[in-house]
C-alpha cells in the first residue's frame, strides 16, 4: 500500500511540475475622454501613469496624461488647435508635439515638439528657425529617456525627414545622411543614448556615434524599429515588398520573429519593457485588429485575459511597463478608448499534502 501511494504521490509531483502555469490576467480601467468621444494611449511610464490623445468637448485634439485615477488636458501650444502626447518617462515629463502659430501668425499653423512638466507645455525649440517665410522646420518629438533625451523626427520645407536627437536645448543628427534627400525617422531613445527609428526605409540603431543597419526578415523589403529598452533591445517590424508587417525583437545582434496571432496576416511591435515582454497589434485580412502580448516565444490575445463580458473589444497595445502594466486602444460598448491594464496578481495554489501508511 506504501508502494502505491509513493506512486500516486509522484504522479502528482511530476503533473504539477508539467502542467502550464495559469495565463496571466489583467484588470482593465477605461481612462476616459477630454469631453469628447474618444481618446487613444501611446505610452505608459513605471508608474503607471499614461499619455495619449483624446476629443474635447469642443471638438480638438488635446494630448492628456492619465495619474492619479484621472485624466489631465495637457492643452496646447501658443496659438495651436491640437496637441498629441507621445512619451512619458519616470520623472512625469510629457513629450509631444502639436500646432503652433504664435510666432507667425500669417502663416498656416506647423507642427513643433513640447516637452510638458508641471503643469507647463515649451516648444523643443531646436528646429525652430523663424524667417520672413514662415518657419522652415516641422517637427514631432516621439521618445524620452529617465534622462530627458528626445528623440523626434524634423520635417525640412521640402518634405524631407530627419532624426534628430534632443538634449539640454540642443538638437543633434543621429545618423549620417549619405545625401541630402536621405530620409530618416527617430522613435525611441534608451538612458544609454542609444537612439533607434528608420533610415532610407531599414531600421536603425545609432549608438556611440555609429548608426548600425538592423536589416530586415528574409525575403523582406524594408524595416522599421520603434521602441528599445534599457539594455538595448530593439522592437519594431520587417515588411514585406506588399506592406504587409511582421513584429520583430531584435537583441544580442540576432533578429527574432514575433509572429502573428492565429489566423491575422500582418503584425506590428510598439512597445517592450526591460523583461523583453512585447506588446503591439495583430491584424486580419478584413483589417480587424488585437491587442497582443509576447513573451519568451509565445504570443497571447490581450482579449482573452480580461474579465468575459467587460465590454472591450483591445485593438492596440501601445506600450508596457517593468511591472507588466499595458496601455493601449480598444473599443469600449463601441467607441473608441485609451485603456490600462493591470496585471491579477497570483495567488500560488496551496501544497497537496499526502500521507503514506
Known amino acids: 500500500m506504501r508502494f502505491i501511494w509513493a506512486l500516486v504521490a509522484l504522479a502528482a509531483l511530476v503533473l504539477a511540475l508539467t502542467l502550464p502555469a495559469a495565463a496571466q490576467t489583467y484588470t482593465v480601467t477605461d481612462l476616459g475622454t477630454l469631453g469628447g468621444g474618444s481618446s487613444e494611449a501611446s505610452a505608459i511610464n513605471s508608474r503607471g501613469e499614461v499619455v495619449g490623445w483624446s476629443k474635447t468637448g469642443a471638438g480638438q485634439t488635446h494630448g492628456f496624461v492619465y495619474r492619479a485615477g484621472g485624466m489631465v488636458d495637457l492643452g496646447t501650444l501658443a496659438g495651436g488647435a491640437y496637441s498629441y502626447a507621445t512619451a512619458i518617462n519616470d520623472r512625469g515629463q510629457v513629450l509631444g508635439y502639436g500646432g503652433i502659430s504664435a510666432s507667425a501668425p500669417r502663416f498656416a499653423e506647423r507642427t513643433r515638439s513640447f516637452l510638458w512638466e508641471n503643469g507647463s507645455m515649451r516648444t523643443l525649440d531646436g528646429f525652430y528657425f523663424p524667417c520672413s517665410f514662415g518657419e522652415r522646420y516641422a517637427t514631432a518629438a516621439n521618445g524620452i529617456s529617465g534622462a530627458t533625451l528626445v528623440a523626434e523626427v524634423a520635417k525640412s520645407m521640402r518634405g524631407v525627414l530627419y532624426a534628430y536627437r534632443w538634449v539640454d536645448d540642443q538638437a543633434s543628427g543621429v545618423v549620417v545622411r549619405p545625401s541630402s534627400l536621405s530620409t530618416s525617422s527617430a ?58 508587417s511582421r513584429a520583430i525583437l531584435w537583441r544580442a545582434g540576432a533578429m527574432v520573429a514575433v509572429g502573428t496571432l492565429t489566423g491575422d496576416v500582418t503584425s506590428r511591435a510598439r512597445g517592450i519593457n526591460a523583461a523583453a515582454q512585447v506588446v503591439g497589434d495583430s491584424v486580419a485580412a478584413d483589417g480587424a485588429s488585437r491587442a497582443f502580448h509576447w513573451k519568451n516565444g509565445t504570443m497571447s490575445d490581450l482579449n482573452t485575459s480580461v474579465p468575459t463580458g467587460s465590454g472591450w473589444v483591445l485593438t492596440a497595445a ?40
Open 318 to 357: 501601445s506600450a508596457i511597463n517593468d511591472v507588466g502594466q499595458i496601455s493601449g486602444t480598444g473599443l469600449y460598448n463601441g467607441g473608441t478608448r485609451a485603456f490600462l491594464l493591470t496585471p491579477v496578481k497570483r495567488t500560488p495554489a496551496a501544497p497537496t499534502t499526502l500521507i503514506l501508511r
Open 187 to 244: 522613435y525611441g531613445v534608451n538612458d544609454r543614448g542609444q537612439v533607434v527609428g528608420q533610415r532610407d526605409g531599414r531600421a536603425f540603431l545609432c549608438q556611440n556615434g555609429e548608426t548600425l543597419d538592423l536589416g530586415t526578415l528574409p525575403g523582406d523589403s524594408a524595416s522599421r524599429a520603434r521602441g528599445i529598452n534599457a539594455s538595448g533591445q530593439v522592437i519594431g517590424e520587417s515588411i514585406a515588398a506588399d506592406g504587409a
